[in-house]
């Protein structure tokens, strides 16, 4: 007997719920009956939270208002594999600036977070393509920035390069991180986003970029 109709559909939302997302949406496929119990929202809105812990950013795609659960966590995942950075994603965040060791000391010994009298500088993306830091950074020296994002494809559609470029400084490198957050680096300085999985709203493009 089909342990739907034996256990009832309340049940079987508490059985599914015990199961790996991976699982419950095998049983989505089943029939039409047992995707109207496996993608609950009931199911899918734990699960949601679960995936979610501990990341640095919760995308934008996934907050959609009347998405179901089920549909915030697919995006959600999708988003996850996401390299390639957007104007939204450098805009949304604050990014903590540090000097790798192989900057000049001088720049290093302005640098709060090397002499350990203070967290790391932020920096700023804002959407009409300039770049600023906090009124009282030392290493800023109140120059005029601007930011672009350039990439380049293969034959293939593939991504041949993909980085982010201030002003004519070296170009920064584009790394995604496991908790989602994001790295822009070269061989002298880095940025990393600032965790804010609490914004409301989401963060990054409202629909996932390849």
């Not at 496929?29 to 501990?54: F, N, T, Y």
């Not at 988003?79 to 965040?93: N, S």
Request: aromatic letters at 12%; hydrophobic letters at 35%; charged letters at 25%.
């Amino acid at each position: 007997m089909d342990p739907l109709v034996a256990l009832g559909p309340d049940l079987m939302v508490k059985i599914l719920a015990f199961l790996d997302a991976r699982s419950v949406a095998q049983c989505i496929v089943v029939s039409l009956r047992w995707h109207c119990v496996a993608a609950s929202d009931r199911i899918w809105g734990p699960k949601c939270q679960e995936l979610w812990m501990g990341k640095a950013h919760i995308p934008r795609s996934s907050q959609v208002r009347g998405a179901s659960k089920l549909e915030s966590y697919s995006v959600s995942i999708m988003d996850a594999k996401r390299t390639r950075i957007m104007k939204e994603d450098l805009c949304d965040h604050v990014w903590e600036y540090r000097f790798k060791e192989i900057a000049p000391e001088y720049w290093r010994n302005l640098d709060p977070s090397w002499k350990g009298t203070g967290s790391p500088m932020r920096r700023y993306f804002h959407p009409d393509g300039s770049h600023t830091a906090d009124p009282d950074d030392e290493v800023w020296g109140g120059h005029e920035c601007t930011y672009s994002i350039i990439t380049s494809y293969m034959g293939d559609g593939k991504i041949k390069e993909h980085y982010v470029r201030i002003n004519r400084w070296p170009p920064m490198a584009v790394l995604r991180k496991e908790d989602w957050s994001w790295e822009l680096s070269n061989h002298i300085y880095c940025y990393n986003s600032f965790p804010d999985a609490d914004k409301e709203g989401g963060t990054g493009p409202l629909f996932p970029v390849w």
